[in-house]
């Protein structure tokens, strides 16, 4: 069965046109900055993307609605394509600071070495490709000399692809509802549905989610946060992106206080979006009796004592106070995936933290949190589903052949066909993803020096594919480009939950008759 490329073609289409509008919105802000050289480099890549996107949405207007294999390849397809051509306002400011063509009312700025790392194209798309995947990886050396401008765009792109670009487009674009809206909104791997309608759904998220990045700026803002860094901290923070405008992170600030409240924020972005809902309504019940976001909050304070004893015993940090917070910090932003950091991780060849507590952070990447929400990783369902559906396979060996079984996951009860359908696709999940995984831990052992010790190279190379952000000092600007292409496949790959991927990959294999 062959995938229709003018439904592909189409439903890309639309999506490039629903993020240009992004870039059309940014314009306001760096006027609003008086970065006024700005505004020309989110113009053109705002009329490069909408020039894109209407060509390919008019020329296969007629295509019929998505099947889940059209959907499939759409999203990876359209992923990969808003990464790269997301680049364009980090490539052309750059540019428009180093040729500075304008006169000194649109006060260009100096060039500096952080920005100018944007004049290399890879790093651009690095850079975009980290932001939407909202993984938070950065090539900015120094994120303090960028313009407000790359500040916004930066939280801006991270912002909405927490959600997820298909999330935005039904939201704009929306055709009414139908199918062919919800079989896209499930390849973005989501299922959840508040209403039965689609579209209602996907505007009932976009109000929840509002709704919280406005409370986390509220919160940060109380914390003692200024306002510039609250609202790019709000933003990245409840969409569990981990982008900051220092190069400290939150580390930066040295406040106990705004680490404490940053917790929360982070929690908030990692419970499903129907929970929140329910919560809003005031069915406050579900915190506890929802089963992912039980395992949430059991998940984190388990991962986080366990932190706070490793760094304990290495005698890390001076007091248990700081130890604690250090610990309940980093792990809730390894394992909600949101990748703001409180306190050195690793030097790159320089050993900060041990191996063990490396490790431990990696598994709590590794897991992520709940499905339906903003993180990346697994998701705790899957792990949920894999060591149940484990011991209940190998229970099946104790059962006669005829006996009737069922597999209870929180409050549902599976049939046989069931549970192996859903055993079958975590194990699938899980084993592209360790694949994935293993090919980019051994490209970059191959171009990184022998200095690097492997934990750390494992510890990047999850944090791009579960879409972190925490880095143990080998991800920058000086990591060499086979590094960073790699990571940047990674980061692709984790954000559409591999299956996608795959899709498109086995798509495009057959189209090439490959597999002869």
């Known amino acids: 069965m062959r995938v229709d490329t003018h439904t592909v073609g189409r439903d890309v289409g639309r999506i490039v046109q629903a993020v240009s509008l992004m870039m059309a919105v940014s314009v306001l802000v760096a006027a ?5 050289y700005a505004v020309p480099a989110f113009l053109i890549s705002a009329a490069v993307m909408a020039g894109i996107g209407t060509a390919l949405a ?24 808003i990464g790269v051509l997301g680049g364009l306002p980090f490539l052309l400011i750059a540019w428009t600071i180093q040729i500075d063509p304008f006169p000194a009312w649109a006060n ?9 790392v944007f004049l290399r194209p890879l790093d651009a798309v690095f850079e975009s490709m980290s932001g939407f995947t909202g993984t938070g990886l950065t090539m900015a050396a120094v994120e303090e000399k960028l313009p407000r401008s790359l500040h916004w765009w930066r939280s801006f792109i991270e912002w909405v692809g927490g959600v997820g670009v298909i999330v935005l487009t039904v939201a704009i674009l929306r055709r009414g509802g139908g199918s062919g809206s919800y079989t896209l909104y499930e390849s973005e791997a989501r299922s959840e549905k508040i209403h039965p309608s689609i579209v209602t759904t996907v505007r009932e998220i976009w109000k929840i989610f509002v709704g919280l990045t406005l409370g986390s700026i509220a919160l940060f803002l109380l914390a003692g946060m200024p306002l ?24 930066h600030y040295g406040s106990p206080l705004i680490e404490y409240a940053t917790v929360p924020i982070m929690v908030a972005g990692s419970i499903a ?11 406050l019940r579900n915190f506890y009796a ?12 388990v991962g986080s004592l366990a932190l706070t004893a490793v760094l304990y015993a290495n005698g890390q940090y001076d007091t248990v106070e700081e130890t604690f917070r250090i610990g309940l910090f980093q792990f809730v932003s390894a394992t909600s995936n949101t990748g703001f950091g409180s306190a050195t991780i690793g030097g790159g060849t320089e050993q900060v933290w041990s191996a063990g507590a490396t490790l431990l952070a990696c598994l709590g990447m590794l897991t992520g949190a709940a499905a339906g929400s903003t993180v990346s990783g697994l998701k705790l369902i899957r792990v949920i589903t894999l060591v149940r559906g484990t011991v209940w396979q190998v229970r099946d060996i104790f059962y006669p052949p005829d006996a009737i079984r069922y597999l209870r996951i929180g409050e549902r009860r599976l049939s046989e066909e069931q549970a192996q359908r859903e055993y079958t696709e975590a194990t699938v999940v899980f084993v592209l993803w360790i694949t994935f995984l293993a090919i980019g831990v051994a490209v970059l052992l191959r ?14 190379v999850m944090s791009a594919q579960s879409n972190v952000g925490l880095d143990s000092g080998i991800t920058g600007p000086t990591l060499p480009d086979a590094a960073k292409a790699m990571l940047i496949v990674n980061m692709w790959v984790g954000r559409l939950e591999i299956i996608p991927v795959a899709v498109l990959l086995g798509t495009v294999f057959q189209r090439f008759n490959m597999y002869r």
């Open 32 to 36: 609003a900055n008086a970065e006024f």
């Open 58 to 81: 008019r020329r296969y207007r007629d295509a019929a609605p998505p099947e889940k294999r059209e959907a499939m390849v759409t999203a990876a397809t359209a992923w990969l394509v």
């Open 108 to 116: 260009t700025p100096p060039m500096d070495d952080t920005t100018a």
């Open 228 to 251: 510039w860094d609250a609202i790019n901290h709000g933003m990245t923070g409840i969409a569990t992106g981990g982008f900051s405008v220092h190069a400290d992170s939150i580390g």
């Open 273 to 283: 979006f129907p929970v929140h809902y329910l919560i809003f309504r005031g069915e």
């Open 290 to 301: 929802d089963l992912q976001t039980r395992w949430v909050f059991i998940w984190f304070t």
């Open 447 to 460: 171009v990184l020096s022998p200095a690097h010790p492997l934990e750390y190279v494992i510890f990047d």
